[in-house]
């Protein structure tokens, strides 16, 4: 039974809000506290991992209980009685013009191939759209290619050139640039002799040459016993003062906030698919939640910024013409609400999620295929506000 030990990994399992995880945390934090009852860090973990473990299990049951109340059921009750009238309109309307009785199996079997050609064919118009759109692009990327190349003086390429040239293959080996062809000092060298030699984790990881490097002390067991002293006033195992754990939840949520409530794009002209050109501005108007917690934890003298948050946010686009009209009562506007589900430390803006939908019924079929890529670009600029925030919370003591 070591306290440190036991605390530690109740400290990790409260990382993940699931119920084993906080049963166990819940487990070993009363076990420290039995083991050492001056450890006021490990009864207010074991009250906080309660209540939580309370919380979780009530809205589980809500969550259960709103199932069997018909939520999950519901909706397919909703669906047959919609089927069931559309079918008795078609019974009717075959009635009347003379047709054969249909059954409702029939029926359904007869609207399922009707759908799934609609959706196929929209599969393929949206398929149309995007070659175009990517053929597009290609012809605006290479026309800035010769325009570069002309102001550099250079002659201009055909097409397939700029098209051979974007295939073309990875550097080879023989291309790549080795550190011992690279511009070291002699420290520089000295070390990276020594790490060919002696391995990379020789001499602190490389940072140091291992003649100057800290020798290895042994403690021995008088040292261990005399560490039972506790003048610092702190608990029995926490006496080198290895783990501080700080609150940051209200700044984390206030500078996120505000990063968030900057995200934009802007762009002055943009191609429809048409061919038309239109200027586009992308924002968010509003971070309308945002729940979870913060805090920084100091290990062995490092500290670790850690934080889980959701948010929901709101956004605009709007969309305005480029053919000199200033009619700003032609422009239009299209809102939606974008969910970041795990923003968290553990995940990496890159590969942050976010789920996005329209308000109402979005923008219109015309401008659906680009309105999305507007949205994708406006996801990525969030991406860049989260990373900004992460930057400004390391620095953070």
């Known amino acids: 039974d070591n306290a440190k030990a036991l605390y530690r990994r109740g400290c990790a399992a409260t990382q993940l809000d699931t119920e084993s995880r906080l049963d166990q945390a819940r487990a070993d934090f009363a076990r420290v506290a039995q083991l050492d009852p001056s450890n006021r860090e490990a009864r207010e973990q074991l009250q906080r991992t309660k209540e939580r473990l309370k919380d979780l299990k009530q809205r589980e049951k809500e969550r259960l209980s709103a199932a069997m109340k018909g939520g999950l059921y519901q909706e397919q009750h909703d669906k047959l009685g919609k089927q069931q009238a559309a079918y008795q309109e078609a019974v009717s309307r075959r009635k009347e013009a003379g047709e054969d009785e249909i059954s409702f199996e029939d029926w359904l079997k007869k609207e399922k191939e009707k759908e799934e050609e609609r959706k196929k064919q929209q599969k393929e118009e949206l398929e149309k759209q995007q070659g175009e759109a990517r053929k597009q692009e290609e012809k605006q990327r290479w026309s800035e290619e010769n325009s570069r190349r002309a102001a550099e003086g250079l002659p201009e390429l055909t097409l397939e050139e700029w098209q051979a040239q974007q295939k073309a293959p990875a550097p080879r080996k023989a291309d790549v640039v080795t550190t011992d062809e690279a511009d070291l000092d002699e420290e520089e060298r000295k070390l990276l002799q020594e790490t060919k030699s002696k391995g990379y984790y020789h001499g602190r990881l490389g940072t140091v040459l291992s003649n100057a490097a800290p020798v290895p002390q042994q403690v021995s067991a008088d040292q261990l016993g ?118 968290m430390d553990a995940v990496a803006p890159s590969d942050l999620k976010i789920d996005g939908k329209w308000k109402g019924s979005g923008p219109p079929e015309h401008l659906r295929f680009s309105a999305e890529g507007w949205v994708d670009k406006l996801r990525e600029n969030v991406r860049l506000q989260v990373a900004a925030f992460r930057k400004e919370y390391a620095e953070k003591r």
Do not use: Y
Request: proline fraction near 3%.
């Open 226 to 343: 005399s560490s039972s002293d506790t003048k610092h006033g702190g608990s029995e195992w926490n006496q080198a003062g290895t783990w501080e754990e700080k609150d940051t939840t209200a700044w984390v949520k206030e500078r996120l906030t505000s990063w968030l409530q900057q995200a934009s794009i802007s762009m002055p002209e943009a191609l429809l698919p048409s061919g038309s050109a239109v200027s586009v501005t992308a924002k968010v108007t509003k971070v309308k939640s945002l729940t979870g917690e913060g805090q920084i934890v100091m290990v062995r003298k490092q500290p670790r910024h850690g934080f889980n948050c959701e948010a929901d946010l709101s956004f605009s686009i709007t969309v305005a013409s480029t053919n000199g009209e200033a009619d700003a009562s032609k422009d239009q506007s299209f809102n939606g609400a974008l969910h970041l589900p795990d923003l």
